[in-house]
């Protein structure tokens, strides 16, 4: 189980967590559900490793084994969609990448560069550059932005056969569907609802 404990963080004066605290499965695909800005975001990083709360903690995961799916799907402009899955593989993995690609179905774009793709494309590649970069548990923020329902099913799929925990943030009824667990919010400062 992923446990956060009392999670308080503000931007400024903006308190976005409030001694917040979530039990989260260790297993399956988890969704974070809740209106445009009311906190997942910020949960997301904080559990990262990446917001620094002002107190509380998060137990059951090492944000060192983490991997994290940006809203912004900060590709590398300069590298090939295929590049973009190699930087981030260990030497001994290299002969993974055309899988990754499978993963996201970008087979044939191996050699285009982020600026040709479409924005679903852009995601799904971003997608599976996180993936592809493994560890103990995924932190997705929106991961099916512009991606067809029929696509996003499959994937979602895959995911689930990853056998790591998924945590994602969406708004999308068909992922929510899709997990198996679905935890609802609200906020700032965010809370269950």
Known sequence: ??????????????????????????RGLTALSGPSGCGKTTLLRAMAGLAEAESGAVSGMDPARTAVLFQEDRLLPWRTVSQNITDVLPRGRRGETADWLAFAELEGEENAYPSALSGGMARRLALARCTALG?????????????????????????RGL????????????????????????????KRV
């Open 1 to 26: 189980m992923i446990e956060v404990r009392e999670l308080t963080l503000r931007y400024g004066d903006k308190l976005v967590l409030d001694r917040f605290s979530l039990e989260i499965p260790d």
């Open 135 to 159: 560890g103990d548990l995924l932190l997705l923020d929106e991961p099916f932005a512009g991606v067809d329902q029929e696509r996003t099913a499959r994937i979602l799929e895959r995911l």
């Open 163 to 190: 056998d790591v925990p998924v945590v994602m943030a969406t708004h999308q009824p068909q992922v929510l569907a899709a997990c198996d667990a679905i935890i609802a919010l609200d906020g700032p400062p965010l």
